[in-house]
């Protein structure tokens, strides 16, 4: 493998993480080895003298791998702005792991989490394969994106109630709206609400029925974690 080979732009359908290939299982087993093995150890963590110094070295690695994605797609080049949903999940991880600002927890604990759960679950690689870095930049970055919120759930024990929950839906439902104009203008498909993503378009029979399903999905999601997490602290 050479270096152009891996920082560069050839992709093979056939050897990317396609729904249902073997990358895909392996993305899938990731998530959920991330989210067990980060509610194991976040306690440990968290009493840990060296505490904040992980928490400094995850966000200098998440702030790498958001301009390397964004660097690496200009040279194609291909447009890209940090306007995709893990990007705002990434940013509002940098500022908790940078404050630990309960305020934000409840934004970071349902964008990330479902976030990087749904992609590496749903992965949409535009077809880099095992021998480029973006194979492993997408299963690093969801990855991290998962242990951010569960960290602070499981080692600080964070919470989110009923109403913020409503509150975050509520955001994503107005995000969406500026968010489907930017898409129009720009000839982009942010947060994957103006058109059908390749892998999964043919589980839909036209846009109407997708994107009334992928705010019930949301919806739905966000209800599902928040019943697996709603347990009060322990004492």
């Known amino acids: 493998m050479t270096f152009a080979r891996f920082f560069g732009h050839d992709k093979n359908i056939n050897l990317a993480a396609t729904m249902f290939s073997i990358h895909h299982l392996i993305y899938a087993a990731t998530a959920v080895l991330t989210i067990y093995l980060t ?34 797609n200009w040279t194609y080049p291909r447009f890209s702005v940090p306007l995709n949903i893990c990007s705002f999940a990434l940013f509002m991880s940098i ?44 299963w690093l970055v969801h990855s991290m994106l998962i242990v951010v919120p569960l960290y602070y759930y499981a080692g600080y024990e964070y919470r989110v109630t009923y109403k913020d929950l409503i509150s975050v839906y509520s955001v994503v439902v107005l995000v969406t709206i500026p968010i489907y104009v930017f898409n129009f203008i720009f000839n982009t498909n942010y947060w994957f609400i103006n058109e059908i993503p390749d892998n999964v378009s043919t589980f839909f029979p036209n846009f109407i029925v997708y994107i009334v399903i992928w705010y019930f999905t949301v919806f739905f999601s966000m209800n599902l974690l928040y019943f697996f997490t709603k347990q009060k602290p322990s004492a």
Not at 49 to 56: S, T
């Open 95 to 138: 500022y908790i792991l940078a404050t630990n600002d309960k305020k934000i927890f409840k934004f970071v604990f349902f964008f990330g989490t479902l976030g990087g759960i749904l992609a590496l679950f749903l992965p949409t690689t535009l077809g880099y394969t095992y021998y480029n870095f973006r194979y492993y930049h997408f």
């Open 39 to 72: 509610l194991k150890f976040a306690k440990m963590v968290h009493t840990s003298v060296h505490e904040k110094a992980y928490r400094i070295g995850f966000i200098v690695v998440l702030v790498f791998l958001e301009l390397s994605y964004h660097i690496h």
